[in-house]
């Protein structure tokens, strides 16, 4: 099959409507006018704090390789923003599906389908020594056709270093509930805390919410931290299978050396009940808004809470406004609350309070609003 050029340049495509919208980013529904072809087109504002960042993003799209990881056509520079073209994913996120349709979550048939697209795409990334760093239901793609795609690699790095591996990575970065015990204390960490986002969000698709999402995010780290890890409910989850509830338990380890590894984890006997696309169609797709709607109406809604409410809540919480934290702060209360009660960390034997100043680096979660969301075609 014959790969196709793809302009680059502005004038090449007609920006039909907008699908998602980030801290730094804008998606859009767009027309390839040479091609004639719907793709969709992440717009993000050069800041010059964070080219880093942004042209890794942009490298990763290009160069991932895989069916489960949504892949960028091409990119270009016009006037102060980056443009990244991509395939047009027609039934959006996750998420925003979850919202629309199913707020109680999805049934199990239709996770384990879910989860081992993004389990696979997890492991050609741990495998070509990256790691993604936001797992979440918000960065999983559905295309038209039941097609399952891992996406924004905004916040993704790199486990090599000038040619040569690295065993870890140790700065903050993520959305709270999601985010492992080792990457909130700024410790050595690697493909390990995919592994725990990836468990957080087999109960984000199971109950249509994340866990401790009606927290405030200092309180989610400091869960995270401190409370057991959690998992599916014996009495209220009886829907689920055991077979969920293990694996779920096995990617939910605070120590990260007792984790599976995404190779691993794909031969658990759970992924055996996973289907085929033609089962996400029937299940999930059919008769649902379309993308651009669906985008509205979590807009109109965003902007009647600010309206409405001078502080955060939960529901704002959970639509993903994003927050700036003090390190230091958050650090010192966890430290002095072990001291408090004479515990030691449910993780590790000697816990290390890291003394950096700074800001928790958050991803913005206004849904999968960072990567293309889509209408059906």
Same mark, same amino acid.
């Given at each position: 099959?014959?790969?196709k050029?793809?302009?680059?340049?502005?004038?090449?495509y007609?920006? +039909?409507e907008?699908?998602?919208?980030?801290?730094?980013? %804008?998606?859009?529904?767009?027309?390839? #006018?040479?091609?004639?072809?719907? +793709?969709?087109?992440?717009?993000l504002?050069?800041?010059?704090?964070?080219?880093g960042?942004?042209?890794?993003?942009?490298?990763?799209?290009?160069?991932?390789?895989h069916?489960?990881?949504?892949?960028?056509?091409?990119?270009?520079?016009?006037?102060?923003?980056l443009?990244?073209?991509?395939?047009?994913m027609?039934?959006?996120?996750c998420?925003?599906?979850?919202?629309?349709?199913?707020?109680?979550?999805?049934?199990?048939?239709?996770?384990?389908t879910?989860?081992?697209?993004?389990? $696979?795409? *997890?492991?050609?990334?741990?495998?070509?020594?990256?790691?993604?760093?936001?797992?979440?239901?918000?960065?999983? &793609?559905?295309?038209?056709?039941?097609?399952?795609? *891992?996406?924004?690699?905004g916040?993704?790095?790199? *486990?090599?270093?000038?040619?040569?591996? #690295?065993c870890?990575?140790?700065? @903050?970065v993520?959305?709270?509930?999601?985010?492992?015990?080792?990457?909130?204390?700024e410790?050595?960490?690697?493909?390990?805390?995919?592994?725990?986002?990836?468990?957080?969000?087999? *109960?984000?698709?199971?109950?249509?919410?994340?866990?401790?999402?009606? @927290?405030?995010?200092?309180?989610?780290l400091?869960r995270?931290?401190?409370?057991?890890?959690?998992?599916?409910?014996? #009495?209220?989850?009886?829907?689920?299978?055991?077979?969920?509830?293990?694996?779920?338990?096995?990617?939910?380890?605070?120590?990260p050396?007792?984790?599976?590894?995404?190779?691993?984890?794909?031969?658990?006997?759970?992924?055996?009940?996973?289907?085929?696309?033609?089962?996400?169609?029937?299940k999930i &797709?059919?008769?649902?808004?379309?993308?651009?709607?669906?985008? %509205?109406e979590?807009v &109109?809604?965003?902007?009647?809470? +600010?309206?409405?409410?001078?502080?955060?809540?939960?529901?704002?919480?959970?639509?993903?406004?994003?927050?700036?934290?003090?390190?230091e702060?958050?650090?010192?209360?966890?430290?002095?609350?072990?001291?408090?009660?004479?515990?030691?960390?449910?993780?590790? #034997?000697?816990?290390?309070?890291?003394q950096?100043?700074? $800001? @928790?680096? +958050? %991803?913005p979660e206004?849904?999968?609003?960072?990567?293309p969301?889509?209408?059906?075609?």
């Amino acid at each position: 099959m014959e790969r196709k050029n793809y302009p680059v340049g502005s004038e090449n495509y007609h920006l +039909v409507e907008e699908i998602g919208r980030g801290s730094s980013s %804008t998606v859009f529904r767009a027309i390839c #006018k040479p091609l004639h072809e719907t +793709v969709a087109i992440k717009i993000l504002y050069l800041d010059q704090n964070d080219l880093g960042s942004i042209a890794y993003e942009a490298q990763t799209m290009m160069l991932v390789d895989h069916p489960n990881l949504q892949k960028a056509h091409c990119s270009f520079i016009s006037d102060q923003y980056l443009w990244i073209v991509m395939p047009f994913m027609a039934a959006g996120c996750c998420l925003r599906i979850m919202k629309s349709d199913f707020p109680n979550g999805y049934e199990e048939a239709v996770i384990a389908t879910i989860l081992r697209g993004v389990l $696979r795409g *997890l492991e050609y990334m741990h495998h070509h020594g990256d790691i993604h760093r936001d797992v979440k239901a918000g960065n999983i &793609l559905v295309d038209s056709n039941g097609e399952i795609k *891992l996406s924004d690699f905004g916040v993704s790095a790199s *486990l090599f270093d000038a040619g040569d591996r #690295k065993c870890s990575r140790n700065d @903050f970065v993520g959305t709270p509930c999601w985010m492992a015990p080792e990457v909130i204390m700024e410790q050595n960490y690697g493909y390990k805390a995919d592994i725990w986002s990836f468990g957080i969000t087999a *109960l984000e698709l199971a109950h249509g919410h994340a866990p401790f999402s009606e @927290f405030l995010p200092s309180e989610v780290l400091y869960r995270t931290l401190r409370a057991a890890s959690p998992g599916l409910d014996h #009495k209220t989850d009886k829907k689920f299978s055991n077979s969920f509830r293990k694996m779920i338990a096995m990617c939910l380890v605070k120590d990260p050396s007792g984790c599976p590894s995404a190779q691993r984890l794909l031969k658990h006997s759970f992924f055996k009940n996973a289907r085929s696309g033609d089962y996400i169609v029937r299940k999930i &797709l059919r008769g649902l808004p379309t993308v651009g709607d669906r985008a %509205t109406e979590i807009v &109109l809604k965003q902007e009647d809470m +600010v309206v409405k409410k001078r502080k955060i809540s939960q529901d704002e919480y959970k639509q993903g406004i994003a927050w700036n934290l003090e390190v230091e702060d958050l650090k010192t209360w966890w430290a002095s609350q072990q001291l408090l009660d004479g515990e030691a960390s449910t993780s590790r #034997k000697d816990p290390v309070v890291v003394q950096q100043r700074g $800001r @928790f680096k +958050v %991803t913005p979660e206004i849904e999968e609003s960072t990567m293309p969301e889509t209408s059906r075609q």
